[in-house]
């Protein structure tokens, strides 16, 4: 039964990460933070996060845990953490632009 519920967590978790490489791209070519929501990417690096460790608090048990969910876990919080730094990116190029639009409107 642990192998299937490995699976089926698996699954739920490419899912879920399905559009996280999407949202990357968006957001890269957007040049823009004004769409993206800081507060809601760090949300799901924390819940990414917490299933790492509850992972190898599983293994600290001694129990299974395939190495497969692991690489899934790893491969969705990298891909939201990039969003991160592009949000901090986006965010200068919207100051940069507001500042310029300030100083065309004076």
């Known amino acids: 039964m642990g192998t299937l519920s490995s699976v089926l967590e698996s699954c739920m978790l490419i899912c879920f990460g399905a559009s996280r490489p999407l949202s990357v791209i968006k957001n890269y070519k957007a040049k823009s933070a004004k769409a993206m929501s800081l507060p809601f990417i760090l949300l799901i690096v924390t819940g990414y996060i917490c299933g790492i460790i509850a992972?190898?608090?599983?293994?600290?048990?001694?129990?299974?845990?395939?190495?497969?969910?692991?690489?899934?876990?790893?491969?969705?919080?990298?891909v939201v953490s990039i969003n991160i730094v592009l949000y901090f990116i986006n965010r200068g190029y919207d100051k940069k632009k507001?500042?310029?639009e300030a100083k065309n409107n004076k």
């Open 55 to 78: 992972k190898f608090v599983k293994l600290g048990m001694g129990e299974h845990v395939a190495t497969y969910v692991l690489v899934v876990y790893f491969f969705n919080l990298i």
């Open 98 to 100: 507001e500042a310029e």
